[in-house]
Structure formats: structure tokens, C-alpha cells
T-cell receptor, first 108, second 113 residues
Framework: KNEVEQSPQNLTAQEGEFITINCSYS?????LHWLQQHPGGGIVSLFM?????KKHGRLIATINIQEKHSSLHITASHPRDSAVYIC??????????WGAGTKLIIKP | NAGVMQNPRHLVRRRGQEARLRCSPM?????VYWYRQLPEEGLKFMVY????????ESGMPKERFSAEFPKEGPSILRIQQVVRGDSAAYFC???????????FGAGTRLSVL
């Protein structure tokens, strides 16, 4: 069983739709990261969470430590949001265990 | 304040050659992490270094791979006698402290012919 499970694996939506990507994990963690990987391959850190909720622009990330679950939401989605979104959990203070990623395509 | 800089972006090597991948962390960051992303797979932790010290190399293959982060200069990931299975994207990240967000470089794509 993978320690970090993301769903859905692939997601296609129309511009403007509200997007939700889920992440469940099975290990005790010190933090959870959401990252974005564009087709060119570069990785951008979006959020680092240990509790509650964080918001940055149109992106919102939430985490429920008791349920070992996190969600990434995108409001008013745009084609430039098309990318792979990766959830990674941090344990032993620094080591990241990565989910397989969610490939998001936003159509104009 | 420049981000994490990795070079080269693309590296082509023939089987048996050596590959040297460089990572300059963000200014003020003394913690460096290396990850490998094999084709169609997620990232996997390789090694965690602080200045002049290897803290955790549990994700590094036991042979042919080595990493260093000298007092001066970039961190280097070195792969000796490369094989086709080493073809992957290698990402470096840095952070100012252990329990803080990691900032990623653009990666080095290694192709072994």
C-alpha cells in the first residue's frame, strides 16, 4: 500500500470550474506539502501545512491531521493552472514521501 | 534573491561515463536535498546534506552514487559509470532549516545513451 495516495489521478475541467484534489496518507507526519510541476518539469512549492488551512491567491489548501487527509482547491480555474499537482508528506523532519501526482488539464 | 540553481539542465552521457550534477542553494540556505524522478514515476528522496556533512543518504544507491556539499561552492551529485537506468530527472531542493519548506531547482535531466 502506498503511503501517500492522491485522487484523482487525472482531472480535466473547463475554465472557471472549482477544482479539488485530494491526498490521503498513512504515516505520522510533521508537515504536508503541495507542489506543482509544469510540463517543462520544474517544481514549485505551493504550500507547507501542519494544521488548518492556507490560502494563496486562488489556491486553498486544507489538512485534517486526525483523518490524515488534505485537499488542494483551485477557484476560478484557468488554463495556466494546467500542471501536475503533487502531495508530499514530511516525516523525520525533512524526508518527503511523494504522491504519484494529479494531472490537471483546464480547457478554455 | 536567486532561487535554487541547478546545472546543467540537460546532460547526455554514454554508458560508463561519469555524470556530475550541480546545485546552488538559495542564499542563506544550508540544507540541501536531492531527489530523483524516474520516467513516469514520482520523486524519490536520495540524500540530505548540510554544509560539509551528509545527514541522511538512505535513498542513495550504494554503488556509483555520491554527494557532497562543500563549505564553499555548490552541492554535487556524482554518478560514476552511468547505466541506462540512471536516466531520470534529478531535483535539488534547499531550505534554511530542517523543518521548513523546501525550495526546488528546475532539475537536471540526465539521458544515458
Amino acid at each position: 500500500k502506498n503511503e501517500v495516495e492522491q485522487s484523482p489521478q487525472n482531472l480535466t475541467a473547463q475554465e472557471g470550474e472549482f477544482i479539488t484534489i485530494n491526498c490521503s496518507y498513512s504515516v505520522g507526519i510533521s508537515a504536508l506539502h503541495w507542489l506543482q510541476q509544469h510540463p517543462g518539469g520544474g517544481i514549485v512549492s505551493l504550500f507547507m501545512l501542519s494544521s488548518g488551512k492556507k490560502k494563496h491567491g486562488r489556491l486553498i489548501a486544507t489538512i485534517n491531521i486526525q483523518e490524515k487527509h488534505s485537499s488542494l482547491h483551485i477557484t476560478a480555474s484557468h488554463p495556466r493552472d494546467s500542471a501536475v499537482y503533487i502531495c508530499a508528506v514530511q516525516f523525520r523532519n525533512y524526508q518527503l514521501i511523494w504522491g504519484a501526482g494529479t494531472k490537471l488539464i483546464i480547457k478554455p | 534573491n536567486a532561487g535554487v540553481m541547478q546545472n546543467p539542465r540537460h546532460l547526455v552521457r554514454r554508458r560508463g561515463q561519469e555524470a556530475r550534477l550541480r546545485c546552488s542553494p538559495m542564499k542563506g540556505h544550508s540544507h540541501v536535498y536531492w531527489y530523483r524522478q524516474l520516467p513516469e514515476e514520482g520523486l524519490k528522496f536520495m540524500v540530505y546534506l548540510q554544509k560539509e556533512n551528509i545527514i541522511d543518504e538512505s535513498g542513495m544507491p550504494k554503488e556509483r552514487f555520491s554527494a557532497e556539499f562543500p563549505k564553499e561552492g555548490p552541492s554535487i551529485l556524482r554518478i560514476q559509470q552511468v547505466v541506462r537506468g540512471d536516466s531520470a530527472a534529478y531535483f535539488c531542493a534547499s531550505s534554511p532549516r530542517t523543518e521548513s519548506i523546501q525550495y526546488f531547482g528546475a532539475g537536471t535531466r540526465l539521458s544515458v545513451l
